[in-house]
Nanobody, 122 residues
Framework: VQLQASGGGLVQAGGSLRLSCAAS????????MGWFRQAPGKEREFVAG????????YYADSAKGRFTISRDKAKNTVYLQMNRLKSEDTAVYYC????????????????WGQGTQVTVSS
């Protein structure tokens, strides 16, 4: 399995970014994809997850109302649309493949992308 994350960058507070995670290597219908982030000096934390087959989504409280996770089955790609970004959203964002989208512990995800930096300037 390979996960390729992209779409990070520098944005002003209040702006938007869309992250992408392209997956390859196996059928994903029974899996879930999660987005996590890790800021300097902090633990990696769950941001959002989506069950690949049903499309059921889950969000951290910090992401609700501002971020939207979605997937394109034809492209084997998961997206994280981030709106109304805040300086505290600054982190390296990772996509990860796991069994259930509601799982928030990074240890329960089996495969990880390389991470993409998101920097929000205030």
């Amino acid at each position: 399995v390979q996960l390729q994350a992209s779409g990070g960058g520098l944005v002003q507070a209040g702006g938007s970014l869309r992250l992408s995670c392209a997956a390859s290597g196996r059928p994903f219908s029974s899996y879930a994809m999660g987005w996590f982030r890790q800021a300097p000096g902090k633990e990696r934390e769950f941001v959002a997850g989506i069950n690949w087959g049903a499309g059921t989504t889950y969000y951290a409280d910090s992401a609700k109302g501002r971020f939207t996770i979605s997937r394109d089955k034809a492209k084997n790609t998961v997206y994280l649309q981030m709106n109304r970004l805040k300086s505290e959203d600054t982190a390296v964002y990772y996509c990860a493949l796991g069994r259930r989208a509601y799982l928030r512990d990074p240890k329960q995800y089996d495969y990880w992308g390389q991470g993409t930096q998101v920097t929000v300037s205030s």
